[in-house]
């Protein structure tokens, strides 16, 4: 394994990660690789005519790094991560002493944060401190008490950290092998299968390497449509390691993200929106985490047929003003409110809806074929229905060639299904009663496919099931439930 200096030395010095600057000019002064910290110095600042000037900058700028980590290890609301940052700030500060000489300081501080590293096991934190330790006492300690302490948990702590970087190749070739999929394959499954059994191999796996394993697992799971199963495993993980999480909160956050989307799939939506609400207090301020969080917990709401919930997400959406791909999400989201509105007849959005507007909305999205695009296209075609039934027969033709070219496989099965139904439309001469007998086969076929989501957290915005009957109600058939949203929408 690479030290921190040959790394830094590797990658340069820039301006960012100035910590791990002071960390390798430490490292390279006690490991006894140089002599002189000019020497360390003059190693990375190669450019630079006047080491003892740049040692000093150095520390200046180390020393500004480490109050900007006290600041927000106290500032965070949250607290999530607040042990974590006072974790990295008195690091910084221990390995600042050491690199000083004043080594008794830096002992005293060092011994304090491996306590609470360790509670946490942060390993990364710990590594550089445990062999500082070992180095000291090695040499300060006439009985080696303490240098066998410390040389115990720097080896330990050092095959955390190779079963980790070993995880980390196990779960990166198994997300090459996902990328850009939107279906599953036979092979795939089993790859996934062989993934997660390699990562189990480990009795006292990390925080990283469980989180790794679990979205493995959670990832098969959607593959075989078994939603329930996932959500509970990311549960189990996250009450299992919830004590580790504060330096983590992003893994917690991620877990939470796709529990919530396993939940929706399953039909629970009220752990979906309480996930969904945990990730959001991780998030913090965010604006890009919280707009695809509450997007999220928009679809929960169309899936509950919480529309009034979902509209008041959307709106506060608009106010927080999303941007490129976000946006067009929730202008997707926007079309199929518009939807639910004109079958309840119950107000106006005040101008008419623009198909032309919507496109121009959408642009990135449409190019997503067995995706985003395939909503755009259902939310045209319903659209259509409502406002020009020409236009509808018009574009029944060129959806039919879509469908044929992009649309195949189980990814996309319960859409064909969906636009199947749509396809009876016009041969039943748009008779919501004749439609109803007549759709009853495709309508059973559709009911016992599940809802489909995918590793991407591509999710259906309204289930199929659902968007049928608002169909029926845009041809007049029926009355849905009358929910009226205050202020309209």
């Known amino acids: 394994m690479r030290s921190l200096f040959d790394l830094i ?5 820039t301006s960012s990660q100035l910590s791990g600057k002071m960390l390798a000019l430490v490292e390279g002064v006690l490991s006894g690789k140089f002599k002189k910290k000019e020497d360390v110095i003059e190693g990375l600042f190669a450019n630079n005519s006047d080491p003892e000037q740049s040692y000093r900058k150095l520390a200046q700028r180390t020393e500004r790094h480490l109050t900007y980590l006290l600041m927000i290890s106290h500032s965070d609301a949250g607290g999530t991560q607040q042990a974590y940052h006072e974790c990295w700030a008195n690091m910084t500060q221990a390995m600042l002493l050491f690199g000083r000489g004043i080594k008794k300081s830096g002992v005293e501080v060092a011994r304090k944060v491996i306590s609470k590293a360790e509670k946490y096991e942060y390993i990364y934190i710990l590594a550089p401190l445990l062999n500082i330790l070992e180095r000291h006492y090695a ?70 390497v469980k989180y790794q394993y679990t979205v493995l697992e959670a990832v ?19 009450k299992a390691f919830d004590h580790m999480t504060a330096a983590n909160g992003y893994l917690k956050a991620q877990l939470l ?4 989307v ?20 991780l998030a913090g301020k965010n604006i890009n985490s919280w707009h695809i969080l509450a997007y999220y917990r928009a679809i929960c709401a169309l899936h509950s047929k919480d529309y009034e919930k979902a509209y008041l997400l959307y709106k506060e959406a608009q106010e927080r003003k999303p941007q490129r791909i976000l946006a067009e999400m929730w202008a997707i989201l926007h079309a199929y409110l518009y939807l639910f509105n004109a079958a309840e007849q119950l107000y106006t959005f005040g101008d008419r809806f623009r198909l032309g507007k919507f496109f121009n909305q959408t642009v990135e999205a449409s190019q997503d ?21 020409d236009r509808f027969l018009h574009r029944i033709e060129p959806v039919r060639n879509y469908v044929y070219r992009h649309l195949k496989g189980k990814a996309t099965e319960r859409v064909r299904l969906f636009l199947e139904l749509l396809f009876l439309i016009p041969k039943f001469d748009f008779n919501p009663h004749r439609l109803e007998q007549a759709s009853t086969s495709l309508c059973r076929k559709l009911k016992r496919r599940s809802v489909y989501a ?16 608002i169909t ?18």
């Open 139 to 208: 040499y300060v300690e006439p009985n080696r008490r303490l240098y066998k302490h410390y040389a115990k948990a720097a080896k330990k702590n050092g095959l955390l950290i190779e079963i980790d970087t070993l995880s980390n190749r196990y779960y990166s070739n198994a997300m090459m092998e996902l990328s850009m999929r939107s279906s599953y394959t036979t092979g795939i499954i089993n790859k996934l299968e062989r993934y997660t059994r390699e990562l189990s191999q480990y009795v006292q796996p990390t925080v990283q």
């Open 9 to 13: 030395t590797i990658v340069r010095p």
């Open 257 to 260: 993200h796709i529990r919530s």
């Open 262 to 281: 396993a939940a929706i799939a399953a039909g629970q939506y009220d752990s979906a929106d309480s996930s969904l609400r945990k990730a959001k207090q």
């Open 369 to 389: 074929k067995a995706g985003l695009n395939v909503n755009i296209i259902v939310a045209d075609m319903l659209i259509s229905l409502h406002q020009n039934r």
């Open 472 to 489: 029926l109600e845009l041809l007049g058939y029926g009355k849905m439930e009358r929910r009226k949203i205050s202020g309209g929408i």
């Open 454 to 469: 995918n590793h991407n957290l591509e999710i259906e915005i309204v289930p199929f099931e659902n968007l049928w009957e």
């Open 220 to 238: 098969r799971c959607f593959a075989l449509q078994d939603y329930s199963r996932a959500a509970l495993i990311c549960t189990e993980t996250l």
